[in-house]
């Protein structure tokens, strides 16, 4: 019985380590199917120094009801980062835009403002965190935290965001509210917010009912 329990544990213990853990690195192969431990390694006779180098994080597209746009660098469009737990982003800001409340369930974000000002800061069910910061300046949003990024200067703002995830999950709180099929009267009871404005952000987010 011991025996079996011991093959059991390393069963799940094998799944849950990643390629890269067993390699010193493992470029993503992303023609195959990603796995609980990661995507498999691309065969090392096909990698370059190309694979290990990335030029996407250029500036965003603003033109939307928030005023930002982001570029990202995850394993899904650079592979090299498969298995490492790291990712980026870049952010840009117009002067009134925001990045509205958002979480990322499975990962910390570390911002690092380039340009312009940034309040930014974070939720709990008690309090909150907030810092205005200029160029140079670093803020945490550490891991689920509904966290939140305002342009509160003059100008745009750029900043980049790094993540303890190379691929994390994004939950924007308006798009989860208002772009669903939940009806509008459902949404105003639980939210106490008015059922005209519900409808009216519904039909901005896209959503019905």
Known sequence: MKIIHLLFFFTIFSFSISHASLNDFCVADLKAS??????PCKPLARITSDDFSFHGLVAGNTNNSFKFGFNSATVTNFPALNGLGISALRID????????????????ELLTVLQGE?????LTPTTFYSKTLKPGHIFVFPKGMLHFAVNSGK???TAFGAFS????????LDLLLFANKL??????????LDLAQVKKLKAQFGGSG
Request: with cysteine.
């Open 34 to 39: 990603n796995t609980p431990s990661g995507y």
């Open 93 to 108: 800001i117009d002067q009134g835009g925001s990045i509205p409340m958002h979480t990322h369930p499975d990962a910390t």
């Open 118 to 122: 940034i309040t930014a800061g974070f």
């Open 155 to 157: 100008g745009k703002a």
């Open 165 to 172: 995830n190379e691929n994390p999950c994004t939950k924007i």
């Open 183 to 192: 009806p509008s009267s459902l949404v105003a009871q639980t939210t106490l």
